[in-house]
């Protein structure tokens, strides 16, 4: 080939390559952009003085005498609105029996947007749902809210070709002339008075236990489920992979079977995760019995044969690239072979395996599939191993994130309340994966510090 050929088709390469790398770089822009911005209002946003209500009674958080003097003129702002509710209801009472059924409808839903809005009145009994103690607690949700109150929804069916198209019609016109005619210029006006947003920090969100599935509370039963399955899953399959390989590497040689083997080892990574996940169930739990149903053990054993051959073909590869005079230096000093693996191969093979540990602990943490029939459960408490014996925890099923964000996503019956909670769960999850991956890095980079001296 002429140089010139050469020289053209290394410019080309290298270009494909630039574009290659600033076409992924934009993928994950536009990805990781949403799920940073949303996440972060989890935890920096307009809380209501029924979020700081919330907060106040459900983990004592806060200035007692501050929150109930704001609460008082909140509910001073309130009251026109629920006089304005009597007002009609004693209309009503005057009305024949054919006007006042036109009015009911219309009336019991003004009251069900207000109740979301405001709570329920300080007169009425306690509801048994916490969803149900409190009104907004977002001030994004409350001006939602706001809207229900403002407009009711119905479908335009006047042109035949296409569906209903969805329209907004005030609901003062199903009042006009009566009491609460009034009180939709009133709640418009008077919102901010009546909620009392303000800026708040909630960095709580990460350790708080979450109350009545996620419609108030935190996520660290899930964080600490994640945790606990990522490193348990390490834990198993860090000492397997690695002398899986030193047998491959050291031990093996070459024949059919250990290519064969190989093989395997390559197919097995490429298996598709709910595989292993139903593996898992059948194997760990219902053959071995190692528990009597989903448990952190099992999870973690699940997630270990997942990432397992990650491990050893990493492992594999950085014990190879270590160069032969390693082995024929340790080996003429009188070292034993084992020795020889055991003082001078593995530590300089080091960063290569922890290369393998960092794929490995990022798949394992986001991996849903392999956990929803072995660890996983919707709602559950953080596991506590200070607390209770070391075998009952690890026998207990826990919440993680990977599979609390599909069912929060896919499943929860109030999947637009709590968007906050899900893009929360989210940006935690991603950044959880890069602060271990970062850790496992730089852990790397000062092992091969020191081992080039």
Avoid: C
């Avoid at 348990?232 to 397997?240: D, K, S």
């Avoid at 005079?325 to 080996?331: D, F, I, V």
């Avoid at 069912?407 to 929860?412: D, Q, R, V, Y």
């Amino acid at each position: 080939m002429q140089l010139g050929t050469r020289r053209l088709l290394d410019r080309a390469f290298s270009g494909l390559g630039f574009i290659s790398i600033g076409l992924m770089a934009a993928s994950l822009l536009v990805i990781l952009t949403p799920i940073f911005v949303r996440g972060f209002g989890a935890f920096v946003f307009q809380g209501t003085i029924e979020f700081r209500r919330m907060q106040l009674e459900r983990f004592e958080r806060g200035d007692r005498d501050e929150i109930e003097a704001e609460l008082t003129t909140a509910r001073r702002a309130r009251q026109p609105v629920y006089e304005m509710l009597d007002a009609f209801d004693t209309e009503m009472g005057e009305m024949g029996f054919l006007e006042r059924r036109e009015y009911e409808g219309p009336r019991e839903e003004l009251e069900d947007a207000l109740r979301e809005l405001l709570g329920p009145r300080p007169e009425d009994p306690v509801p048994v749902m916490a969803r149900d103690q409190y009104g907004a607690t977002r001030w994004d949700r409350a001006r939602e809210k706001i809207d229900l109150v403002l407009y009711r929804t119905e479908y335009d069916y006047s042109d035949r070709t296409r569906m209903g198209v969805p329209v907004s019609v005030p609901r003062v016109e199903d009042f006009r002339g009566t009491a609460l005619e009034a009180l939709f210029d009133y709640v418009e006006l008077h919102a901010t008075e009546m909620l009392r947003p303000r800026w708040t920090l909630y960095l709580r969100f990460l350790t708080d236990h979450s109350i009545d599935a996620h419609f108030f509370g935190g996520i660290w039963p899930e964080v600490l489920g994640t945790l606990y399955l990522t490193l348990g899953a390490m834990i198993f399959a860090l000492p397997m992979g690695v002398v899986s390989a030193i047998y491959l590497v050291e031990y093996a040689g070459e024949g059919r079977l250990i290519s064969l083997l190989r093989t395997f080892i390559s197919t097995l990574a490429g298996v598709p995760s709910i595989v292993f996940g139903l593996f898992g169930l059948a194997f760990f739990i219902n053959t071995l019995k190692i528990t009597e149903s989903k448990s952190l053990l099992a999870g973690s054993l699940t997630l270990a044969t997942l990432v397992l051959p990650t491990v050893i073909r990493a492992s594999e590869e950085a014990i190879r690239s270590v160069p032969t005079t390693y082995r024929e230096a340790a080996l003429s000093l009188g070292a034993s072979k084992w020795r020889a693996i055991v003082t001078v191969i593995l530590p300089a093979s080091l960063p290569g395996i922890l290369t393998g540990v960092v794929i490995s602990m990022g798949r394992a943490a986001g991996e849903t599939a392999p956990i929803i029939f072995t660890a996983a459960v919707s709602v559950g408490k953080a596991l506590d191993f200070a607390k209770v014996k070391f075998w009952e925890t690890l026998s207990e099923a826990t919440p993680a994130l990977p599979w609390n964000i599909y069912n929060l996503a896919t499943e929860h019956e109030a999947v637009d309340e709590i968007r906050h909670v899900q893009f929360g769960m989210v940006f935690t999850l991603v950044m959880l994966v890069l602060i271990l991956n970062a850790t496992a890095i730089f852990l790397r980079a000062r092992i091969s510090k020191k081992l080039r001296g």
